[in-house]
């Protein structure tokens, strides 16, 4: 059968509507709560969802990762607060809007921009992703070490101040991803007896502990009483002709934005709503109305920061590269269902790749047509006590790890993982190359080890590709080290200045 007609198909079983509708409720209540991330809310549902069909499956996973884009706004405008770190500079505007009575005019152009955006970066995925895969199973041995060393490099790059704790959380999570069997010979090793880490350390449960658990620990560490109320008084809703006519030059600047920093693996909507916002003030006539509730400050910092999902899914799902953290989080469970990111899946399962498209697209518009919706039952929601969130929280983080095997032993390792997790977040070290290392490190040794084995170490860079990725790999840890002693020595020579000029 024709893999169009075979992957629209596949969504005509009610099971997955179901699924779809699962997912959106899930993602709008996950936005709209702050401080439950996308990752933490897939990483949750990952575990309930491994028992489905692979369809089913990524109908709640993803539509909980595109839904999740759409809530976070509500809080980001009513409360001033991030419902997820992609709705960051979607406060720099929303929230003074809605103090000018402007509330319901920021969430519609809010989901107008989000919606443009997601749709836009699918176009990008359809028309980018078999080209990139195509190219990459040319690839041998000796390139999909560098292209997994180089997607490692730029989450380490970007997921932290300091290169030096990125790079030791990478190499934490390359160390947890060698216990187990060998992937060359089969032999045990780092295993100290324990029948359960025979087959490696569970990547679900340690998912769950360093984004869900360690999370939850430190909300519950660091929590104090909101001092502000979410605003409830909305205002009118729909946007008039001159101000359509103002979100034009911002949608075409955040959507640009959004699709290149889409494509660059672990970089996420946050830095590119940023981003987006910052370019569109400098392209607009009227920059000074920005961070004084700028119908244009919205269009940019949502259309941008939406805009980077089909870039990520397409390093996903063409390299098998996690574009964000979602996405390894979504990786996981592929690779539960026996589906391996990456190149092949274009040629072994392109109905798939179009039950994927065609599920970010349906949930795309479904949580736009919820969020035109009045959401002053979403205002209600952020008056919940937080303490029986943590509650829920708790309780389907463990049962949906246990879930996983069916053993205790992996709600340990979860636990492990989170008081992991929990001092890694206080301490300032990521957990994005931490997962991206287990979950790349059988890959990356495997492909290595070939590599050695066929040509040895000249192998790795007499090839131009592998060769260009290395480069580019090592350019991703120098070139941050080199900006930082610049801005430092640059702030050392102006601070004399600064001194004198003190009266």
């Known amino acids: 059968m024709n893999p169009l007609l075979s992957g629209l198909e596949a969504l005509i079983d009610p099971t997955v509507f179901v699924c779809l509708g699962l997912g959106l409720v899930l993602g709008m209540l996950v936005g709209a709560f702050p401080g439950i991330t996308a990752t933490m809310a897939v990483a949750l549902a990952s575990g309930f969802t491994l028992t489905l069909e692979p369809v089913q499956g990524l109908a709640v996973l993803l539509t909980i990762y595109v839904a999740a884009n ?73 390139e999909m070490f560098a292209l997994v060393l180089f997607g490692l490099t730029i989450m380490i790059s970007i997921s932290s101040r300091s290169i030096i704790k990125g790079v030791l959380s990478g190499v934490l999570g390359l160390a ?3 216990i187990g069997r060998d992937p060359i010979t089969g032999d045990q090793r780092f295993t100290f007896g324990i029948n359960e880490l025979s087959g490696g350390v569970d990547f679900i449960a340690v998912i769950i502990g360093v984004f869900g658990i360690a999370e939850l620990f430190d909300q519950l560490l660091t929590h104090h009483a909101a001092k502000l109320r979410p605003i409830s008084s909305l205002g009118r809703w729909w946007p008039t002709k001159s101000e359509y006519r103002q979100m034009g030059r911002p949608l075409a600047v955040g959507g640009t934005v959004g699709l290149i920093v889409g494509v660059i693996p672990a970089a996420g909507g946050d830095i590119a709503g940023l981003i987006g916002w910052d370019r569109a003030k400098r392209a607009s006539k009227h920059p000074e109305e920005f961070g004084k509730g700028s119908i244009e400050g919205v269009t940019a910092s949502d259309t941008a920061s939406s805009a980077t999902l089909g870039g ?20 996981g469970s592929m690779i539960i269902w026996g589906i391996q990111p990456g190149p092949s899946l274009f040629t072994n399962r392109p109905d798939l790749v179009v039950s994927i498209t065609a599920i970010m697209v349906i949930a795309t518009l479904l949580s736009l047509a919820i969020s035109l919706v009045r959401m002053r039952g979403m205002v209600k929601l952020l008056d919940v006590p937080v303490h029986y969130l943590w509650a829920t929280i708790l309780m389907f983080c463990i049962v949906g790890t246990y879930a996983t095997t069916n053993n205790i032993f992996t709600v340990v390792v979860m636990l492990v993982a989170g008081i992991v997790g929990l001092i890694m977040k206080r301490t300032g070290f990521p957990a994005g190359p931490l997962v991206l290392g287990l979950l790349l490190g059988p890959l990356a040794e495997s492909n290595l080890r070939r590599a050695l084995l066929i040509e040895g170490p000249i192998g790795l860079v007499n090839h131009p590709i592998s060769a260009v990725l290395i480069g580019l790999a090592l350019l991703a840890i120098i070139a941050p080290i080199v900006g930082r002693l610049r801005q430092r020595r640059k702030t050392q020579a102006t601070l004399p200045e600064k001194i004198d000029s003190l009266p």
């Open 70 to 142: 759409f809530g976070d706004r509500v809080p980001a405008i009513l409360v001033n607060t991030p419902g997820t770190p992609a709705s960051i500079a979607t406060t720099l505007d929303g929230y003074p809007m809605a103090k000018q009575g402007r509330a319901g005019l920021a969430l519609v152009i809010s989901a107008l921009g989000s919606a443009i955006g997601i749709l836009a970066s699918m176009i990008l995925f359809a028309a980018a992703a078999i080209p990139i895969a195509r190219l990459a199973l040319e690839f041998g041995p000796s």
């Open 176 to 178: 947890l991803a060698t």
């Open 312 to 331: 990520s899914l397409t390093t996903t799902m063409a390299l098998g590269i996690p574009g964000d953290s979602v996405m390894a989080v979504m990786i």
